[in-house]
């Protein structure tokens, strides 16, 4: 397990040169939003395939959706070597499950309460995996669809995101998300999500992957994009007016206050 | 048994490939007063003659409570099986709070099997001297074995209530002869949608009033299938919640002296 040394510890040492710090402060290579809702069959979870560092958009096909074990899919957005991190404690947890050889497995819901503790438990130690989880599946039937964050809050429903999806898509499957949605419709439904996310969120790229998740198992699609529009008159000969205008130092395209 | 030189402690075999004290273990399970236990698909009971050595004492609290689903009854050193039955209220507890689903009963028990191994396997330990119940364990168990083994495939379908009567009736044969009363004796129950109780003394007097009436049935149960007694060192099953799948184990053969 992790040591409980802090940077202070560090600091005092006479002999040592480098102030070493064992926690994490920032994250580094980010994922954004993770949409899921719950369908007729299962589940249905989006991301994009976007790892920033920091504004750039470094690396462009992360795959953010994971199968664990027999019954459940987990997405994440945050820190992508922390996600690779609790994919290896999910690695052996599910492990240690199938060697008991006894028929029982480990649903969604036991997952998702074994990843609380263990989010939580990190965040008690001023040292957490920075990420914000989803998990879903389908155990015996019974559906589930939960989110775990960096300090530890968790809670279920039929629709959760992460991030930026908290704040754009949410307020769409508010209005639209209803019980027993075909498979078509959830898909349609969670690209629309996705495309808002797309416009709006600057650390979103256009590459995308859907999963579902039944009784029967998982699947994740293969990488692809949406279709989108710019062709709005306000985008167009974006320069216009820049010459003379407060936004003359400005390069690129900006936004113009007239129109 | 005989005493002889090789059961001084637990790691030494006799020449005939035997472990006497793990043996030994299971005699102060046999000498233990007997419990039983039933399950039909919906309901689990346990019962077991709870004889006080005086009329002034309380009775040695023989079942335990380890969750919701799960329930032991124990025959044999009682020391062993509360220590025991404290470590699987902590596993369950632990299962529980971690995962928030119950403890599967199957994994309990391998678990406490397999700690129980470690008890012959250590020159500075001894096994558990105790049996978590699986069917009919204890003294004049037999009786009770031989009235159940001849039901036993009925219990499948068996009502709740006559689960519960036919554990009484189980309960009675053990006790060869001697009225049975509600307080020599403890019932518990556990079924789909109903967590792991004992029944309170008023509920368990009314069964056997009302049973006791009503001379006992014998419709013959043509295969009595052998169900050896499940009580190995010291860790066999407990009574299962209904959710649980396993078949009462099958004991080693060397064990039943």
């Known amino acids: 397990m992790e040591m409980l040394m802090d940077s202070s510890q560090a600091e005092h040492s006479f002999l040592s040169s480098v102030t070493a710090s064992e926690r994490t402060l920032n994250p580094y290579v980010t994922g954004t939003s993770v949409v899921a809702i719950k369908y007729?069959?299962?589940?249905?979870?989006a991301a994009d395939m976007g790892g920033s560092y920091g504004y750039t958009l470094r690396y462009k096909s992360v795959e953010r959706l994971k199968p664990v074990g027999k019954h459940s899919l987990l997405g994440a957005s945050g820190e992508i070597s922390d996600f690779q991190e609790i994919l290896r404690y999910l690695d052996e947890l599910i492990l240690y499950d199938n060697m008991w050889d006894d028929g029982n497995s480990l649903g969604p819901k036991e997952v998702h309460s074994y990843l609380t503790r263990?989010?939580?438990?990190?965040r008690n130690k001023f040292n957490p995996l920075w990420n914000s989880l989803i998990l879903g599946g389908v155990k015996n039937g019974q559906k589930y669809l939960g989110m775990v964050s960096m300090i530890g809050v968790n809670f279920e429903d039929?629709?959760?995101a992460t991030g930026f999806g908290n704040h754009l898509a949410r307020p769409i499957l508010r209005d639209e998300w209803h019980d027993n949605l075909s498979f078509e419709d959830g898909v349609k439904l969670l690209e629309k999500c996705m495309r808002v996310l797309l416009y709006r969120d600057t650390t979103a790229?256009?590459?995308l992957q859907i999963a579902k998740i039944t009784e029967e198992g998982v699947t994740i699609s293969q990488p692809y994009s949406l279709k989108t529009f710019w062709g709005y008159s306000a985008f167009q000969n974006p320069t216009v007016h820049a010459e003379g205008s407060w936004l003359d130092m400005v390069t690129g395209w900006a936004v113009t206050t007239m129109e | 048994m005989f005493r002889n030189q090789y059961d001084t402690d637990v790691t030494t075999w006799s020449p005939t490939g035997r472990l006497f004290q793990v043996e030994y273990s299971m005699e102060a399970v046999k000498q233990g007063s007997a419990a039983i236990g039933l399950r039909s698909k919906t309901h689990v009971v346990l019962a077991c003659v709870n004889k006080a050595n005086s009329e002034l004492s309380s009775h040695q609290k023989k079942i335990?409570?380890?969750?919701?689903?799960?329930?032991v009854a124990i025959a044999g050193l009682t020391a062993d099986g509360r220590v025991l039955s404290r470590y699987m209220r902590s596993e369950a507890i632990n299962h529980s709070f971690t995962y928030e689903s119950p403890l599967p009963v199957g994994r309990l028990v391998v678990q406490l099997a397999d700690k129980a191994q470690v008890c012959t396997q250590r020159s500075w330990k001894r096994p558990y001297g105790v049996g978590l119940l699986a069917f009919a364990i204890g003294s004049r168990s037999q009786a009770a074995k031989t009235y159940l083994e001849r039901r036993f495939e009925n219990f499948t379908n068996s009502s709740r209530e006559d689960l519960i009567k036919d554990?009484?009736?189980a309960t009675r044969e053990t006790l060869q002869g001697e009225k049975l009363k509600s307080s020599i004796c403890t019932v518990s129950v556990v079924g789909v949608g109903e967590p792991f109780h004992i029944l309170d003394q008023e509920t368990v007097q009314q069964l056997i009033d009302t049973f006791e009436l009503v001379t006992e049935e014998e419709p013959p149960a043509p295969e009595p299938a052998s169900e050896p007694a499940a009580a190995d060192q010291g860790g066999a099953e407990q009574g299962a919640g209904a959710e649980q799948g396993a078949?009462?184990?099958?004991?080693?053969?060397?064990?039943?002296?």
């Open chain 1, 158 to 160: 039929n629709h959760v």
């Open chain 2, 247 to 257: 078949a009462p184990d099958e004991g080693v053969a060397p064990m039943d002296i």
């Open chain 1, 118 to 122: 263990v989010m939580y438990n990190r």
């Open chain 1, 205 to 207: 790229v256009n590459k």
């Open chain 1, 40 to 45: 007729k069959d299962g589940i249905l979870m």
């Open chain 2, 167 to 169: 554990a009484l009736i």
């Open chain 2, 64 to 71: 335990f409570k380890v969750d919701d689903h799960i329930g």
